[in-house]
């Protein structure tokens, strides 16, 4: 898989060194019939890209290092707070009647749990499912019983990268993060809920990154 | 947000280009003090990145595209058989609370509904909580009632782009499509499911492009 089409040239130059190596850009303009000048655009190219690694005095070599460090550069650079969207909260008190409610009317996969803006709990599509299988009235029951209480909640900053938010999706499996911003107030540190980045999210950007504009 | 990180005198090529668009290669090279020859390389990475625009006989141009074009190819790259993962499948009369069962133990979102592999209908963990949320016997209705049902489901097929997975299931508000296989059995065209495409596949392929190796 490449990221940037080689050029043809480009592309022999590569085959070239990976027979050669180490090969200098003599040997090579010798070997396509062109000038030193005229092959130096595609090293720059090459070894830029990290294709080709320039070692001095001794020649061009095949980097064994595929070429994905223009892609991790790009991912990291998108941060949680371009990519975050709205998080759709309730009090710890609310029915999980009144929750799930709100989850179908916002259309979202997870409600966050507050008290004044400060993150409490989250409850997931999941965690409703499962408790209305077991049968009991949602109707009496609030959601500060079923829900994933804090300290126990995963959780980014706006600054960190949405890479970051991702592989912490993937590796705590689940499918929404609250972003959260630190506030200490009456000396407690406490985390105030300012977004939510989830699975949705990740899509929609990798659906922006594929897009052909 | 760049891809490839510029030198700096690249960042300055483009300044340059901005301010005096359209500009020779020549101007270019008075301005910053170097050869012609000297700025080939960088003129042809900055082309190549559709940084710049050379117009034959004019000069240079800004390119008010962004230099996405690399990304676009290799996102497009991707396949969906690469990133898909095993389908969780039941079939029409299995009762709903089996079918949510099966959804926890395997620990997806949506299962899909099958006649013989054969699509016939799916349904999420939306469905499945919309129906609990109706109070009606999960045990004594069959899951046929309550999935989408053929031909209202969105699929894609094995050699499709990832990118074009992750487009249906932001257009279609979903969050896994099946993947599927047409055959032709007794003269009929159907579907045979043998993958699937969720937003967590979308995810996790995001996460392994962001990983630094």
């Known amino acids: ?13 590569v085959e070239l060194v990976k027979e050669h190596e180490p090969i200098t850009s003599e040997n090579l303009a ?6 030193r000048a005229a092959l130096r655009p595609d090293l720059a190219i ?7 690694e320039a070692k001095p005095k001794v020649g061009y070599i095949y980097s064994h290092k595929p070429s994905y460090s223009f892609l991790y550069d790009y991912i990291n650079n998108i941060e949680v707070k371009s990519i975050m969207s709205s998080p759709i909260m309730v009090e710890e008190n609310t029915t999980v009647y009144d929750a799930i409610l709100h989850l179908f ?5 997870t409600i966050f749990v507050h008290n004044e803006h400060i993150l409490v709990g989250a409850v997931s599509r999941k965690d409703f499912l499962k408790f209305a299988m077991g049968g009991t009235d949602m109707h009496k029951v ?16 706006k600054e960190d990268p949405a ?4 592989k912490k999706i993937i590796e705590h499996e689940v499918d929404s993060l609250p972003v959260v911003e630190k506030t200490s107030e009456n000396g ?3 985390l105030k809920i300012i977004g939510k980045v989830s699975k949705t999210n990740i899509t929609r950007l990798f659906v922006k990154m594929g897009e052909n504009k």
């Open 142 to 157: 609030p959601v500060g019983i079923i829900m994933t209480r804090m300290p126990n909640i995963v959780y980014v900053k």
């Open 163 to 166: 890479y970051l938010a991702a």
């Open 46 to 52: 090459l070894t830029m890209m990290e294709v080709l």
């Open 188 to 190: 407690k540190e406490e």
């Open 30 to 35: 010798g070997h396509l019939g062109v000038t």
């Open 105 to 109: 009317l916002n259309d979202v996969g």
């Open 1 to 13: 898989m490449k990221a940037i089409k080689l050029s043809e040239r480009q592309e022999r130059i």
